[in-house]
């Protein structure tokens, strides 16, 4: 899923310094499961940013709602008529950002936050914490590597092994996260596949990724 | 001979290769450039030219690799893959080949979190196997790795690093098979503070048939102090000075503690000349160049001086 954090209240406040009608916005999407932008955030953040511009002499009027998911324009449109009968000024979106722009290209006459900063897409590794596991370079190669993906999970996406910065299992960039390259030789010699590791790896192909241009994925199938 | 190199030439000759390092500062002062260089000249068979080391900004390696050139001194040119993609490496590895640069070192590079611009974004198009790989080929048939050609570049002799203190040890046996797989000529270590894991390692990469194809040269760093050595152990991931090192420097009074650095650098380098598959020393100084003239004096090596002008670097 995608992981996502909730900014500082403080740039969030900054962000809304010119606005006292708010339509705070969440999803029950990703960023519900991550604790980022459900209903119950949403209801805490309204709370907390009431409260401050009360306390700095400037009250705020914020309403609260909670889409299915931000990023369906289908449910995009469930907020045009509290836009039109309500007198928002801004929208503050705890989606990720795939909800704010799609608010933004639906409104012209209101002004759209991003209430989240949106990390990665990851999983859960415990209770509140998660772990960047796919940077969706859109060529899966996960199987030459024991089902473990160097390119997200090595800090410098090698594809021949370990740099000098692995020590005691773990990465010098991020010394809470194990190197990738240990898991993966552990696997791999688990699996009887050392030679497979062996072998030299092209230069990957990175069209798919973000430097072919902007994605978009088409199903002819599905489509109408 | 294929790249017709100095450093090529020592090595296929099976005389003990002497190489240092050399980090550019961030200079547009070919005057400074030239006095640093002057502690190599005549000690080194060639001299790495970093290439942002440490991912901090530095003079171009390929600039200051032709100030090297300029001086009668053979320069290795060092390629990172951190901050530039396929097309700008093999532009650089053109450009230096119409400059005359003859050797090229391939790694990865430090992350930039290290360096002086932590907040900026990095490349690794390529890893540094695979840019090993990319010279191979641009040298020996022309080929850039896209579709095109192209004509009378190099040849290169190309080196890559290892970390023989990495663990397991056979994932860096492995790592380094695949270097040499990819076209590598010599290898470089990192620091070698441990002369009996270091010689493990050799071993091990003879019995794997990797020393006959590529030569090794072990990495010595003369250490200044125990302050430093104990710094290096803290900063420094993959490089541990031995705790029996830190206590014969701290056995000495502080002032006297950069001679015993370089002594015992010395008896490393004597000890490492002795042992089988080690085919050269790289000098890593870390900015401390002005003590190489004295290092290669005490460990009994042959200096580069002009009457031989083949080994002059």
């Given at each position: ?94 989606a990720c950002s795939v909800g704010p722009q799609y608010i933004a290209e639906r409104f012209d006459n ?115 | ?65 032709k100030v090297l050139l300029d001086l009668g001194m053979e320069p290795i040119m060092s390629l990172v ?208 160049e002005e003590v190489i003239p004295e290092i290669i004096r005490e460990a009994g090596l042959k200096t ?10």
């Amino acid at each position: 899923m995608i992981i996502a954090e909730r900014k500082p209240i403080k740039e969030l406040l900054n962000m809304l310094s010119g606005h006292d009608r708010v339509l705070l916005v969440g999803c029950k999407g990703c960023v519900t499961v991550c604790n980022a932008g459900g209903a119950k955030e949403v209801a805490v953040l309204a709370a907390a940013l009431r409260i401050t511009r009360r306390r700095e002499g400037r009250p705020i009027g914020i309403d609260e709602m909670t889409l299915d998911r931000q990023c369906e324009p289908e449910f995009i449109s469930w907020l045009e008529e509290p836009l039109r009968e309500k007198g928002y000024t801004a929208i503050l979106s705890a989606a990720c950002s795939v909800g704010p722009q799609y608010i933004a290209e639906r409104f012209d006459n209101v002004s759209v936050m991003p209430a989240l900063n949106t990390t990665f897409i990851g999983g859960t590794l415990e209770h509140g914490v998660w772990a960047e596991f796919c940077r969706a370079c859109g060529n899966c190669g996960i199987h030459n590597f024991g089902g473990l993906c160097p390119i997200t999970r090595c800090s410098k996406g090698l594809l021949h092994g370990p740099c000098a910065g692995s020590s005691g299992g773990k990465c010098e960039v991020r010394p809470e996260a194990d190197c990738i390259w240990h898991l993966i030789y552990k696997r791999m010699k688990n699996l009887g596949q050392i030679e497979k590791l062996k072998e030299l790896k092209p230069a990957k192909n990175w069209s798919s990724y973000w430097s072919g241009g902007v994605r978009r994925v088409v199903r002819e199938d599905l489509t109408l | 001979m294929k790249a017709g190199s100095n450093l090529e030439r020592i090595l296929r000759s099976g005389e003990f290769a002497v190489t240092a390092e050399f980090i550019p500062p961030a200079t547009g002062d070919r005057g400074l450039i030239e006095r640093q260089a002057r502690y190599f000249k005549g000690y080194v068979d060639a001299v790495n030219v970093a290439d942002n080391m440490g991912a901090m900004v530095g003079t171009a390696s390929w600039a200051v690799s032709k100030v090297l050139l300029d001086l009668g001194m053979e320069p290795i040119m060092s390629l990172v893959t951190r901050d530039r993609n396929r097309i700008a490496l093999q532009s650089d590895l053109l450009g230096a080949s119409l400059l005359g640069i003859r050797n090229v070192f391939c790694t990865t590079g430090d992350h930039q979190k290290f360096g002086d611009h932590p907040e900026a974004l990095n490349v690794y198009d390529i890893d540094s196997v695979q840019l090993v790989n990319a010279v191979r080929g641009l040298s020996d048939s022309g080929r850039l790795l896209g579709e095109a050609g192209c004509d009378n570049i190099g040849p290169f002799f190309v080196g890559a690093a290892a970390d023989p203190f990495g663990d397991p040890v056979d994932l860096m046996i492995l790592r380094l098979g695949q270097k040499v797989r990819a076209g590598a000529d010599f290898i470089q270590s990192q620091p070698v503070f441990d002369l009996e894991k270091f010689g493990h390692w050799v071993r091990l990469a003879r019995e794997e048939g990797l020393i006959e194809k590529c030569s090794i040269l072990a990495t010595v760093l003369p250490l200044r102090s125990a302050r430093e050595a104990r710094a290096i152990n803290e900063r420094r991931r993959g490089v541990e000075v031995s705790k029996e090192i830190i206590a014969r420097l701290e056995g000495v009074p502080e002032p006297e503690q950069a001679q015993e650095g370089i002594k015992i650098c010395a008896e490393q380098i004597q000890a490492l000349k002795d042992m089988e598959g080690v085919r050269g020393i790289h000098l890593m100084t870390q900015g401390w160049e002005e003590v190489i003239p004295e290092i290669i004096r005490e460990a009994g090596l042959k200096t580069r001086h002009k009457k031989d002008k083949t080994r002059s670097a």
